[in-house]
């Protein structure tokens, strides 16, 4: 009895507490977590934001890097932070889309009921690049190539399990490819394995490619998303070839909360991300690295990040990557 009192007391205390607290937040600086370091796309997005937002919740924002596990320290960490809106995790199709379906003993959080969905921020294509000197000079004489050639032809990445990693796989399983997979320590070196021929090609974030393939260093064959990218309107899709209907990756970034994060706050949170990807200054940000705003309310968050924890799990399923 005395315990069912303590709770009650407990439970009305915090219920008085909650509105005052929710209508005086922000009252201190906020934490965007990065499970990347400083200078990667994810980072300069979060940053970007986080400037944007500091003026429209009158309040700083620090954005704190945990990089290692390929995002899941930094998930870890934000899961057993307080649910007071101070700290949230810039998410991304890794750690709330291929981790949990690769990192199934180690992953150290519950990407769904540890975290409370706030809003999307970016959609960022995948361009597949290739030498310059390599004779195809589009998807199907890379097909073709490496049909020639089998278990010849190399592809770098940014590590295993990466979505760079899931989607040279994908390429060689829907055509059907014997290819050598070369996993390297971050997306720059993966790029330099491709400009040096220690690669033929990769999968790169649009952002990480662009400034090689302008300077001719890399040539794009294709982007990995449904429509094609307005920074590269003259390359096709992936899709665009025939024997490769339906194939798409596009990663991203959003914001989450841990749970039990209030409502209004993470309403407030939502209302200001909107705000803030609005601004000229962020969009051409963000359209210079390659990224495209994106915004959405938290409950189509939920839906979405549900639907890429399934998809992501079908896909490793199918190609068979392990990690642990």
Do not use: C
């Not at 219920?15 to 200078?39: D, H, N, S």
């Not at 990407?111 to 195809?136: C, R």
């Not at 039990?260 to 969009?283: F, H, R, W």
């Amino acid at each position: 009895m005395k315990r069912i009192l303590a709770a009650t007391a407990l439970a009305s205390a915090l219920a008085g507490a909650t509105p005052a607290a929710v209508a005086a937040w922000p009252e201190q600086p906020i934490r965007i977590v990065v499970g990347y370091a400083a200078g990667g796309t994810t980072d300069i997005l979060a940053r970007a934001l986080g400037e944007e937002l500091s003026r429209t919740l009158k309040q700083s924002i620090i954005v704190e890097n945990k990089a290692g596990a390929a995002g899941n320290i930094a998930a870890a960490s934000v899961q057993q932070a307080n649910p007071d809106g101070y700290t949230l995790l810039m998410a991304t199709v890794s750690s709330h889309g291929i981790n949990p379906a690769l990192y199934k003993k180690s992953l150290g959080y519950d990407p769904v009921g540890g975290f409370t969905p706030v809003g999307m921020v970016a959609a960022i294509p995948l361009v597949l690049v290739a030498n310059p000197k390599l004779e195809a000079r589009s998807v199907p004489e890379l097909v073709a190539l490496a049909k020639s050639r089998p278990d010849e032809l190399n592809y770098s990445s940014s590590g295993n399990g990466s979505p760079v990693h899931l989607a040279g796989a994908m390429f060689a399983q829907q055509a059907g490819l014997e290819l050598v997979h070369v996993p390297y320590r971050g997306g720059a070196l993966a790029n330099t394995a491709v400009m040096t021929g220690e690669a033929q090609f990769s999968f790169a974030t649009l952002p990480g490619a662009m400034p090689q393939v302008k300077a001719n260093n890399l040539r794009p064959l294709a982007v990995t998303t449904t429509n094609r990218s307005a920074q590269l309107p003259e390359v096709p899709t992936v899709a665009e070839t025939p024997g490769f209907t339906g194939y798409e990756i596009n990663t991203w970034n959003a914001l989450l909360a841990p749970k039990g994060t209030p409502p209004e706050v993470v309403n407030t949170l939502n209302a200001a991300i909107k705000s803030a990807m609005s601004a000229p200054k962020v969009k051409q940000l963000f359209e210079k690295e390659g990224a495209v705003p994106t915004t959405t309310s938290p409950q189509e968050l939920a839906v979405f990040i549900d639907a890429e924890l399934k998809k992501w799990a079908e896909v490793v399923r199918a190609v068979d990557i392990r990690v642990d």
